[in-house]
């Protein structure tokens, strides 16, 4: 994973400031739809993990064995190539939603900390509500499979990420500019 870019800082792009919108929150928060809002309201591409692991990987998934021995390489892949996506569309002078997972703080540290000049760039949305509520939320998805739905999340994938999830603290909201969405 390389912590540096290729690409010119903001402060360097003549009459552009681009900036990277990342979304977070644990599954069923309403992240799909924030994202959607975003898109629009800042003329954004959005770049979602669970679209490009649906797309690219769903076919493939074992049903049996270690699904997470399988899918945490895969995982990281796709990140990285998310991440240099975002770097062109950003140092091509456009914003970008990234909606890709980083449920636990050293998650995100590790995301922050490969951001280089883009850092300053970025506003975090963090999104939450009650487990009974975002559970009901994602039977719901699964059985219709609207507009926000990428994959299925079956009930032990909901329960573990549901345990996994940690909210910015307060040394994240200090160092970052954070907006938490009711």
């Given at each position: 994973?390389?912590?540096a870019?290729?690409?010119?800082a903001?402060s ?13 929150g ?9 994202v959607?809002q ?7 591409v ?10 690219l990987?769903s076919?493939d998934?074992p049903?049996?064995g270690?699904?997470m ?25 456009g914003d970008v939603v990234l909606e ?12 922050y900390a490969?951001m280089?000049?883009?850092a300053d760039?970025?506003v ?5 509500a ?5 559970r009901e ?9 609207g507009?926000?739905?990428?994959m299925?999340?079956p009930?032990?994938i909901?329960?573990?990420?549901s345990?996994?999830w940690?909210p ?6 200090a160092e970052?500019?954070v907006?938490?969405?009711?």
């Amino acid at each position: 994973m390389h912590t540096a870019s290729t690409h010119a800082a903001p402060s360097t792009m003549a009459g552009t400031s681009p900036r990277i919108h990342l979304v977070i929150g644990p599954v069923g928060a309403g992240k799909s739809t924030l994202v959607r809002q975003l898109v629009q309201q800042h003329r954004a591409v959005a770049l979602n993990l669970d679209d490009w692991m649906a797309t690219l990987f769903s076919p493939d998934r074992p049903d049996t064995g270690d699904v997470m021995a399988w899918y945490i390489p895969r995982t990281l892949r796709c990140l990285e190539q998310i991440w240099k996506t975002a770097e062109a569309v950003l140092a091509a002078g456009g914003d970008v939603v990234l909606e890709v997972g980083l449920i636990q703080q050293h998650q995100r540290d590790a995301f922050y900390a490969r951001m280089g000049p883009w850092a300053d760039a970025m506003v975090v949305y963090v999104l939450d509500a009650p487990r009974e509520v975002r559970r009901e939320r994602v039977l719901r998805r699964n059985a219709e499979q609207g507009e926000t739905f990428s994959m299925v999340v079956p009930p032990l994938i909901f329960e573990l990420a549901s345990d996994l999830w940690k909210p910015p603290g307060e040394a994240e909201c200090a160092e970052r500019s954070v907006v938490f969405v009711p």
